[in-house]
């Protein structure tokens, strides 16, 4: 399992508020799970995706996190930023700062680390 942290090139520097990791997790919108392309503690993209959410739509998902043991879920509001229908990107930011989602994604990338994965 490899994980890396995305660093922002001057043309996202306006997207992109943190690095993004790329440790493997998985998106459930509704009832369809979804591959997370990268992410961070502020949002996640992911990939593949053809549903109706779009831009400036709020809506509820759940993350998957494989950490160690029997891994985390738990549930978030997001916004959606942005969606790219070359690459079926959906870009979310958690709507507001969800401290469950800090808190386990700051776990995950710390596990990652102590890994030698990052």
Excluded at 39 to 44: K, P, Q
Excluded at 45 to 57: A, F, S, T
């Amino acid at each position: 399992m490899s994980q890396s942290i995305t660093q922002p090139t001057a043309q996202s520097d306006e997207r992109r508020r943190a690095p993004r990791a790329t440790a493997p997790m998985t998106a459930v919108v509704g009832t369809t799970p979804y591959t997370i392309d990268d992410w961070n503690a502020l949002g996640i993209k992911i990939v593949g995706y053809y549903g109706n959410l779009k831009p400036d739509d709020k809506a509820e998902l759940r993350v998957l996190v494989p950490t160690a043991g029997p891994g985390a879920l738990f549930s978030a509001r997001i916004s959606v930023r942005r969606y790219d229908p070359d690459t079926a990107a959906l870009t979310l930011l958690f709507d507001p700062a969800e401290p469950v989602a800090t808190t386990t994604l700051n776990r995950y990338l710390h596990e990652m680390v102590a890994q030698g994965c990052a």
